[in-house]
């Protein structure tokens, strides 16, 4: 069993930067492929990052391609995802994810637990 906990969500200007974090519990983080993943009301969660359990294979959606950066501290049980030229259209509920998988997934059904969510909110 693990349980997720999202922080730094916020409200940001268009162009600025927010690093949100996901803390776990539990010793078997480092096990875990780690995803980030929004939604906004009315539509469908989305997939935004994924990083493997070492760190060593990671993946973007292309909307956040070259913009947002996700990393992982095993020591620390925490996964980051730092945001940085953010957008209105950035605007979501974020969610990290753990997979039993080590690489984990860009699909959310491939996830095993999940986080309650930090508001992220881009004005322009």
């Known amino acids: 069993q693990v349980q997720l906990v999202e922080s730094g969500g916020g409200l940001v200007q268009a162009g600025g930067s927010l690093r949100l974090s996901c803390a776990a519990s539990?010793?078997?983080?480092?096990?875990?492929?780690m995803g980030w993943f929004r939604q906004v009301p009315g539509k469908e969660r989305e997939f935004v990052a994924r990083?493997?359990?070492?760190?060593?294979?990671?993946t973007y959606a292309d909307s956040v391609k070259g913009r947002f950066t996700v990393s992982r501290d095993n020591a620390k049980s925490t996964m980051y995802l730092q945001m940085n030229s953010l957008k209105p259209e950035d605007t979501a509920v974020y969610y990290c994810?753990?997979?039993?998988?080590?690489?984990?997934?860009?699909?959310?059904?491939?996830?095993?637990?999940w986080g309650q969510g930090t508001q992220v909110t881009v004005s322009s």
């Open positions: 994810a753990a997979d039993r998988d080590l690489y984990g997934s860009i699909l959310q059904r491939d996830y095993d637990y």
């Open positions: 990083i493997s359990s070492n760190g060593g294979r990671i």
């Open positions: 539990g010793r078997t983080f480092s096990r875990y492929g």
